[in-house]
């Protein structure tokens, strides 16, 4: 059972200013040209950062004749909801944005426990390729703006902190997101830039705050940008998105695998984790018959020997029109218990989202199909 809005496509408008887009000091010269003192920048930035406004006519300690200017130039919310949807039991939620220039993208609210984990694209499509990922089948559109990755992150803030939403279900209905994953759309290290920027904003104590151990970034595996990453000043975790333990096989399920193959992927984890201390997670999607197999237990049980690593073991999401099927919970099992009887420390990811399409680009993908079918 779920419930969804229906698809509604509202057409593109023309880019506002995107105040999301603007550091401090981009932000205090745009209210200058407005005529506004210096001060008013912070108090713009406390209300998109730290209050999450969704408009400026919240903005209660801004004149009101400053309000109606920003609201006819500028905007706070550069993401339109075009479709959510709420799995049966509330805790998971997904939305379907769509950007100024049409593009559309995902983000999925996961209610865990204790924790409330927002999943984030950092891209509109995907140039990868990876053959069982549905956002790779449209092919890469475009990069994401910094604001447009943070702007999700306000947008479910906001939502968190609704008192009418969501339905409520439970006394200790949660109010602020307590981690973030950037495992939605796109190749994060793809748009290093973008995401970094984007990253800065959410864990800078002056602007979003979250703490940086609260944040994953997730990687095809694009072995220089990993090196890249371990230089930041702020230390997210790492997800690797293995999926094989050798090249032959894992060129066929990762492309870009040709590029980077997998001991040259392992390398730069390897200096990851020196020069970090952080303890790296490997991804992979057990496919029936293709990547689940002892043997292949085995080979990966080897190969991650002397890493600090955790592995995430996740059942394929089936997507349409794909030869690939998950594996069955027995080899799934078995699959794990190879690894830690090698010491490698194992977790079987719940398949959540899967009723309400949460898997990588699946509703977007529904959206556009249906669009296409008019
Ligand atoms: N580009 C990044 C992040 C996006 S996808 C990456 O490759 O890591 C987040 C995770 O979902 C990746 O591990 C990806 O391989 C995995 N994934 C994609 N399609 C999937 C599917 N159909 N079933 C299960 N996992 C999938």
Known sequence: MMTSTPLAFPIATPARRSLLD????ALADFLAELGQPSFRARQVWDWIYKRCAGDFETMSNLPKELRAQLAATATVTPLTLVAEVVA????TVKALFQLHDGQTIEAVLMLYDARRTLC?????GCAMGCTFCAT???GLARNLTPGEIVAQVLYFARYLADPALPPDTSAERPTTITNIVLMGMGEPLHNYANVWTALHRLTAPDAFGLGARHITLSTVGLAPMIDRMADEGIQIGLAVSLHAPNDVLRTQLVPINKGYPVDEVL???RRYVAKTNRRVT??????????????????MAGKLQDILCHVNLIPLNPI????FQ???NEATARFAQILRDAGVATTVRLRRGIEINAGCGQLRRAAIAKTDRG
């Open 22 to 25: 603007m550091d401090q000091a």
């Open 136 to 138: 790779a089948q449209g």
């Open 320 to 323: 349409p029109d794909s030869p």
């Open 120 to 124: 984030i694209s950092s891209q509109a």
């Open 282 to 299: 490997f991804e992979y999607a057990l496919m029936a018959g293709i990547n689940d197999t002892p043997e292949l237990a085995q080979e």
């Open 88 to 91: 049966h039991d509330r805790d």
């Open 267 to 269: 390398a730069a984890v």
């Open 326 to 328: 998950p594996t069955s």
